[in-house]
């Protein structure tokens, strides 16, 4: 059963860029249809997200910058809509929810008592750990976009066989076992991309695209199991290559940059390693020579790739250079 969800995005939190929105909503449409989605804390200076939030039909709560207790009256407003969908709108069972801040503690606790999933996404330097708890689940903004296949973000533009077959890593990625039913997926990708047509790409049903796609890029397998076409991630797909003392300072210097393209100048550590371990399952510190990740860290220090600096909680933070 599809669910059917309200996403309510506090732009702060999220950077206000175009690519992490199109990936906080691209990451809630695998799990369902989005009915109901706001922004909040809206400026001018968030004017590239226009034709993003127009085409996903989200609401725009602008931020009206008087008085010290702004940020709390956006706080108030995103509490006040969540119940207020909660109450009348039947066709709501799941609440996504982009903030870290732990006053929306409460308002997870009600939601939750009222039977509604809450999926909470935050930065990890915003994260807090009451609010990481309280949430059906949590996850960090930077693990969103962390290993994800980029395909173009407008969802006007037309789709190649690359961009279809990166969108369907993705979706199986997302699953949790890796495999889903080829009827499944190709409701999932028009979800995502509501201009996909396998007649387009000039196959005259999605199981030969899929063949097509499989054979050409090698991403995932396919299975018939009784009448049902099952479309599996490829097991050795995750990791092209493996981390070796020579390639390490390049591997994660890509990944520091997409970081940084991203809108992050800080990322919690164990967000860092995460992300390089999604990529090489097999990862350890011995294999490049060293003992612990914090012995990584400072080398990539040395090679004026980040800064180690202590937030004012004592934990470290990796700054981007």
Known sequence: ?????????????????????????????IRGDILIG?????????????????????TV???????RNQKNNSDIQLVIDALDVAYRNELIDSFCIV????????????????????????????????????CSEFQFLESVAAGKDRVSTDVADALTLSDV????????????????????????????????S?????????????????????????ESEEYNLIVRLHQAYAAIEQLTRENYVEVFAR??????????????????????????PDFNERQIGLRRFSDVLRTLERERLLTLKTDESGNMLVHIL
Do not use: W
């Open 99 to 134: 903030s870290g801040d732990s006053d929306y503690v409460p308002l997870v606790g009600k939601l939750k008592s009222m039977g509604k999933f809450v999926l909470g996404i935050s930065r990890s330097e915003a994260a807090s750990n009451v609010f990481m708890s309280a």
């Open 38 to 58: 706001k922004v909040y804390g809206y400026t001018d200076s968030y004017s590239d997200l226009k034709e993003t939030l127009l085409s996903n039909t989200f």
């Open 198 to 222: 396998e007649k387009s790409f000039g196959y005259s049903t999605f199981g030969k695209l899929l063949a097509k796609l499989a054979q050409e890029f090698g991403s995932f397998d396919l």
């Open 255 to 280: 990944i520091l940059a997409a970081y940084k393209e991203d809108g992050f100048d800080r990322v919690n550590p164990s967000i860092l390693k995460s992300a390089v371990q999604a990529l090489y």
């Open 61 to 67: 709560v602008p931020s009206l910058r008087y008085g």
């Open 1 to 29: 059963m599809t669910s059917h969800f309200a996403l309510f995005v506090d732009l702060e939190n999220c950077g206000g860029k175009k690519s992490m929105l199109m990936d906080v909503i691209d990451r809630v449409k």
């Open 165 to 196: 077959n990166d969108l369907i890593v993705t979706v199986l990625r997302e699953s949790d076992s890796g495999e889903l039913l080829a009827s499944e997926v190709k409701s999932i990708l028009l979800r995502l991309r509501p201009n996909f």
